[in-house]
């Protein structure tokens, strides 16, 4: 078995994981981002890894690196920095506005100061052309071929380097989008062109346009980064394909997303979502809701029977991108949030955030405002002289007097209770985000096990479970890390999708898998190009589906379109749709809307290291700390634990707190702590 | 006020009785208010509901005070609290069951704003007792009456604006009243889609009365309650702070509706909004008579419409509750188009309601300060409406669409181009999904060049919108105000363009139609193409930069022409220099100012 490196490309951080085969360890660690180059500090982390004279611990071949897969902000930060490339765009007469109307609404329904994002195509380069496709995939205006080339001709004179294809009803007859694409290359090419109909072949022309648009803008750019990225590891002698994690939390090959980089807009979340799932199921807890607390944001999911749910659409930085992505839901929400009063008189917590630069108010860079982070380090439940293993100097006086003069003084509270009102605060809104995920989608919050991580998610995830009916929280090893974790525990996958708009019955049932055997053929190539042998392959099948009339489809899983007829389907259909919604209609017609096939490689799963064997917590035990509990607790004296040497099999029954190097954990009264074989942190509620 | 200045403002009233408890009360209720609105538009059937999102839920106390909305369309707030008003005035609390669900409509029988927004109110029990109402309302595209939508600008009075409903039980113990609801459902032009939307409209509420019966349950009835005053004492108490801020003041404004619906002169709105201490009250007195066709606006619309442009103007993010309303006085006239007598016909009221808002942002423009001061948006209601046999199941189809137009222009930025305005905000339905449901082809769909009214800051550009009928048996209507004038322009600044409506255009036949058509036969191949207003612009033109000039030439956002004779020959000369000099680096330009403009 050959080593393995995951890394996770961050804002502020990039996370490193190394399973190293030979001696069956695990070395994580983090590096500060580099984002005007990303390739850097992937570069110097790699470094790191490989030569190992320089830092003194045992090294690896470059040669014994068999897999290497990256989670990367790339693409979403070109977007949210406007940093794409001059893009043009052909669509069909009379519709080039439609980028910029959008579906018309306006971001505030009262605030006139927040305005649309303005479209990534100025309307100078957007140009239309003659050519009108029908709803059925009829011609009714055949492509203007000398049309597309005048076009082509103006876009190269106003210098663009990549151009987006978006006509009407593409999705059901992509032809005129082909030929265009065929007389662009001929005349720009250099530039990159993406087809609307083969990024999103989906019905509702603004978001397919958005999206297009949206990866022909990164597409130079990503590509730019890849190349560097890809530079810098063959310069390390690293001979392994290293692959990417796409929103869908799979990997793909770099020739993939060089194709479709709109895809790795989720990347590293995705990964970690995955990741979870893995650990979550690994330890016996197939249902979770995933809880990454981060330093502005705040990440969560749901996961049942071991599988991420996923959802088509989102807004990046404003943008509509539908692609298959796992369902995470972001909340401004994190430690860096900002606590406040307004004036009148209500304590708020976010969506304004310190940031990293001025950062918590004990942190020292400036911030006079306090902050989650503030508060938990007045709480006593985060050690200043503990954050990332001590390398980040903190002021907890500094916490506390921000604290005391803008919340805790003019609420009349003592600065505990305000403090705690504050944490109280941000876990009512990261519950909210916990009821939209699960109740929201039919699932009952109650049956799952809150799957905590980021620096701050084990540090709240004990209230939150209380505030949200749930019994167990599960904390993985360096839960600070496990995105970069995560990004090892992927499988190569990609989506492929195909618009079908039928009802269903009995006599279309052979056309449904006659297109499914369609899918899985253009699936089989793609994992082919991917380097996946023929008997590794799998191949999972959705139906999205909706009653007749409806305009939201359920995803339906089915097991074997051939073997399974029309009615084991829609009684399926009907389940998860009493269970979404509340209710089904007997006997009325059911539309099948697309057809789905996710094509998987399954890559092998490693364990973190394991748990001490052996040995008693009280080997763990550094310290005792006063921390704020609230309620009828109020400050307690309580063990502080290092993590790394609690035995496996442990069981400690009164409230503590455990300390690694990327993460805290808060266990509370009435809550019990035991450690699973894997490691795991088992924190069960009474 | 940005928010950084907000946060630290000093707090010298009373605060609430215990603020971490109301705040977090506060991120529940809207979990649930949030929940009710995604059952709603993801179950829904009519594209009016599941595309479009006219809809709106919202959440009351027993007593009726509204306590959370979900933020879909500020117009729905006038339906939804007067039909729960309705329900408390049509029977007691003890006369209602678990299980019960009301139907409503009506303008004057029961708080309604006008026919097609039928609303669904469902009282929630507590230990045995109703302790709050659930309530949502949808646009049913159509409810019977003269004309396919139902909403005719022609009608004369409600009787012809299709089914009537005072406050009715159809929900009886948790069994549904089949017979009320098919008896609803034949008189409209979609039975099929009535039936279904309904019964979603019943679903949602029940998921929003179970999950505030489960919260209530973990939080227990006495703390909800104390967090419900603290939470409406809260938003009244922010509001009157926002108004002894701004001053004692008083400003008038007066917009103008192009007709009654029967031709005639132009009808004017007037607002005028006076702060005196921590009271606002807004007088309608000089507004027009009561409209001859459907334009009138019942109290609950014009309360409703009044209540948004206070929140626009005042606090963005003041939560829409009952507390908002205590610090203000609405005073209209009766027998006025803002406040019309029975049996005046109601259904086109949104676009008074957009002249409303308009009226009273206007009204505060006067003596807001200079930054917080925005030109007039389009202010209209411009709507479409089309009727004819769906592509398939045989039924007859009844598509509404409301166009948005231009946004008003701010003192650091042009308006927004092709937007939803004030009262409302419901999507578009996407060309694609139109043409496959309807036999309809959109021939285009685009800003209306130099629609945007000329400034240091332009207005926002309207909307033009072409269909083509593919079957001779389309009938349609249009529905434009602003035809007559233009969307005013503030601080010397110009009017927006106007709205427009020409038939075949580009063919042989092309003509320019009234501004407002009813029941118009539209055979296969022809077409009906509707240009909505731009809006005004900010500030005098001669002081538009030409960085920006050039940008709107090289964007073909305004011709060379109109610029000229807006900013004058030499700025326009000067501008098309930079554009001459390069198309690229205008393109440039224009894209760094846009780039610029977002705060």
């Known amino acids: 078995m050959h080593s393995r490196i995951g890394f996770d490309v961050g804002g502020t951080f990039t996370d490193f994981v190394l399973h190293d085969a030979a001696t069956r360890e695990i070395r994580c660690f983090k590096l500060p981002s580099t984002p005007h180059d990303p390739s850097e500090a992937i570069g110097a982390g790699l470094s790191q890894i490989l030569a190992p004279a320089e830092i003194g611990a045992g090294g690896i071949e470059p040669s014994r690196i068999g897999r290497i897969g990256h989670g990367t902000t790339v693409a979403t930060n070109l977007v949210i920095e406007r940093k794409g490339a001059r893009t043009g765009l052909l669509t069909t007469r009379g519709f080039r506005d439609v980028l910029e109307i959008g579906r018309q609404t306006r971001p505030h329904l009262y605030d006139a100061t927040v305005r649309r994002p303005p479209p990534l195509v100025s309307r100078a380069n957007r140009i239309e052309i003659d050519e009108r496709v029908l709803a059925d995939g009829t011609v009714l205006i055949p492509l203007d071929r000398a049309g597309v080339e005048r076009a082509a001709r103006r876009l190269a004179a106003a210098g663009v380097e990549a151009v987006a294809v978006c006509f009407l009803h593409s999705y059901r007859f992509p032809g005129h989008e082909r030929e265009a694409r065929d007389i662009l290359r001929t005349i720009l090419p250099d530039a990159y062109v993406s087809l609307s109909s083969d990024v999103l072949p989906e019905f509702r022309e603004f978001e397919r346009l958005s999206t297009t648009v949206l990866n022909a803008a990164v597409g130079p750019r990503m590509g730019g980064y890849l190349d560097r990225f890809l530079a810098a590891v063959r310069r390390l002698g690293i001979a392994a394909e290293p692959h990417t994690v796409h929103s869908n939390g799979g990997l793909m090959s770099a020739a993939a997303v060089r194709e479709l980089p709109v895809r790795t807009c989720l990347s590293g979340p995705a990964a970690g979502v995955v990741g979870s799932a893995e650990i979550g199921r690994a330890a016996g807890f197939p249902d979770l809701i995933t809880f990454d607390v981060g330093g502005t944001s705040t990440d969560v999911s749901l996961v049942a029977d071991g599988r991420p749910l996923f959802t088509s659409e989102r807004l990046i930085a404003g943008y509509p991108v539908k692609t298959p992505m796992v369902d995470i839901h972001v909340i401004g929400a994190g430690g860096g949030s900002i606590a406040a009063l307004d004036e009148g008189g209500a304590l708020k917590v976010g969506p304004r955030s310190a940031g990293a630069v001025p950062g918590p108010a004990a942190y020292g860079r400036g911030g006079s405002e306090p902050t989650i982070t503030d508060a938990n380090i007045a709480l006593g439940r985060l050690d200043p002289a503990a954050l990332l293993g001590g390398q980040l100097a903190v002021d907890a006086d500094a916490a506390r007097d921000a604290l005391r003069r803008r919340v805790a003084v003019p609420l009349g509270l003592p600065l505990e209770e305000a403090a705690h009102g504050i944490i109280r605060i941000a876990n009512a809104t990261m519950s909210r985000a916990i009821r939209s995920i699960s109740t929201e989608r039919g699932h009952d919050a109650r049956r799952f096990a809150l799957f905590a991580y980021g620096g701050a998610g084990p540090l709240h995830a004990g209230e939150l479970a209380q505030d949200c009916g749930i019994r167990t929280v599960l904390v993985p090893q360096e839960p600070g890390t496990l995105c970069a974790r995560g990004i090892l525990l992927s499988d190569v996958s990609m989506d492929f999708v195909r618009s079908v708009m039928e009802l269903t019955d009995p006599a279309g049932w052979p056309g449904i898998a006659a297109g499914f055997a369609a899918l899985r053929r253009d699936a089989a190539l793609w994992l082919g190009r991917e380097g996946i042998a023929p008997a590794e392959r799998r191949y999972r099948h959705t139906i999205d589906a909706r009653f007749q009339g409806q305009n939201f489809e359920i995803p339906v899983p089915i097991d074997d379109p051939e073997a399974t007829g029309p009615d084991p389907f829609l009684a399926r259909f009907r389940t998860i749709h009493r269970q979404t919604h509340g209710y089904d209609i007997a006997g009325r017609a059911v539309e099948i809307v697309n057809l789905r096939v996710q094509a998987i490689g399954p890559v092998e799963r490693i364990a973190w290291t394991p748990p001490p064997a052996a040995g008693s917590p009280g080997d763990a035990l550094k310290a005792h700390r006063r921390v704020y509990f609230g309620g009828g607790d109020g400050w307690l004296d309580v063990p502080v634990f290092d993590r790394a040497g609690l035995p496996a099999g442990t069981r400690i029954d009164e409230p503590c707190v455990v300390e690694e190097m990327s993460s805290t954990t808060l266990v509370l009264p009435r809550q019990s702590l035991g450690i699973d074989p894997a490691g795991n942190l088992v924190i069960t509620l009474a | ?599």
Not at chain 2, 71 to 81: A, E, F, I, N, Y
Not at chain 2, 215 to 232: N, Q, S
Not at chain 2, 249 to 254: I, K, M, V
């Open chain 2, 1 to 599: 006020m940005p928010p950084a200045a907000l946060a630290t403002a000093p707090v010298a009233d009373p605060i609430a009785a215990d603020p971490i408890a109301m705040e977090i009360f506060s991120n529940r209720l809207l979990a649930i208010v949030d929940e009710m609105g995604h059952t709603l538009i993801r179950s829904s059937f009519s594209t009016n509901i599941k595309e479009r999102k006219d809809c709106s839920v919202a959440m009351f106390d027993a007593a009726g005070r509204l306590i959370a909305q979900a933020s879909h369309v500020p117009l729905h707030l006038g339906s939804l609290t007067g039909s729960v008003r309705a329900v408390l005035a049509s029977r007691t609390p003890e006369a209602m069951e678990p299980g019960d669900a009301f139907i409503c409509n009506d303008s004057y029988l029961a708080g309604g704003t006008h026919a097609p927004d039928i609303s669904i109110v469902t009282p929630v029990f507590v230990d045995g007792r109703v302790a709050f109402f659930a309530a949502n309302c949808g646009h049913h595209s159509d409810v019977g009456g003269s004309v396919p939508g139902s909403t005719s600008h022609t009608a004369r009075s409600v009787f012809e604006e299709g089914i009537r409903l005072p406050v009715l039980r159809i929900l009886r113990g948790g069994e549904l009243d089949t017979d009320l609801l098919e008896m609803i459902a034949h008189n409209t032009r979609d039975f099929e889609e009535r039936i279904l939307d309904l019964k979603v409209q019943i679903a949602t509420n029940q998921r929003g009365g179970a999950l505030m019966a489960d919260l209530v349950a973990r939080m227990g009835h006495a703390e909800v309650t104390r967090a419900i005053d603290d939470l409406l004492a809260y938003t009244a108490r922010r509001l009157r702070r926002r108004i002894v801020e701004t001053g004692d003041n008083q400003g008038s404004f007066t917009t103008y509706l192009d007709d009654d619906g029967y031709g005639g002169d132009p009808v004017p709105v007037r607002a005028t909004v006076t702060l005196r201490g921590d009271r606002l009250s807004v007088d309608f007195t000089g507004s027009g008579p009561q409209s001859r066709g459907s334009f009138n606006m019942p109290r609950n619309a014009l309360e409703a419409s009044v209540y948004y442009a206070v929140k626009a103007m005042l606090d963005p993010d003041l939560m829409p509750n009952q507390g908002m309303v205590e610090a203000i006085t609405i005073h209209a006239p009766e027998g006025t188009i803002v406040n019309p007598r029975f049996p005046g016909a109601v259904g086109s009221r949104a676009n008074t309601a957009q002249r409303v808002a308009g009226a009273v942002i206007g009204a505060f423009c006067r003596f807001l300060p200079v930054e917080r001061r925005v030109a007039s948006g389009n202010d209209v209601m411009s709507t479409v409406v089309f009727s004819g046999p769906a592509n398939r199941g045989g039924r007859t189809f009844v598509y509404v669409e409301t166009i948005g137009g231009g946004a008003g222009a701010q003192w650091d930025g042009d308006g927004t181009d092709g937007v939803h305005v004030h009262v409302t905000n419901t999507s578009n339905l996407p060309a694609e999904a139109l043409e496959k449901e309807y036999p309809l082809l959109v021939e285009e769909y685009a800003l209306v060049t130099d629609s945007g009214g000329a400034g240091e800051f332009r207005g926002g550009m309207g909307i033009a919108r072409q269909i083509r009928s593919l079957d001779d048996r389309i009938v349609c209507h249009a529905r434009l105000d602003g035809a007559r004038r233009g969307a005013a322009g503030i601080e010397s600044a110009k009017p927006g363009g106007r709205s427009r409506v020409v038939l075949d255009k580009g063919r042989p036949q092309e003509t320019q139609a009234a501004s407002k058509i009813v029941n118009l036969a539209l055979a296969a191949g022809r077409s009906i193409r509707v240009e909505t207003p731009g809006a005004g612009g900010f500030g005098p033109p001669e002081r538009r930069p030409p960085a920006r000039i050039a940008g709107d030439l090289a964007e073909g956002k305004v011709t060379r022409a109109a610029a000229e004779a807006d900013y004058g020959a030499a700025a326009v000369a000067a501008a098309a220099s930079l554009v001459a000099a390069s198309l690229v680096a205008a393109s440039l330009v224009a894209a760094s100012l846009v780039e610029g403009t977002p705060r």
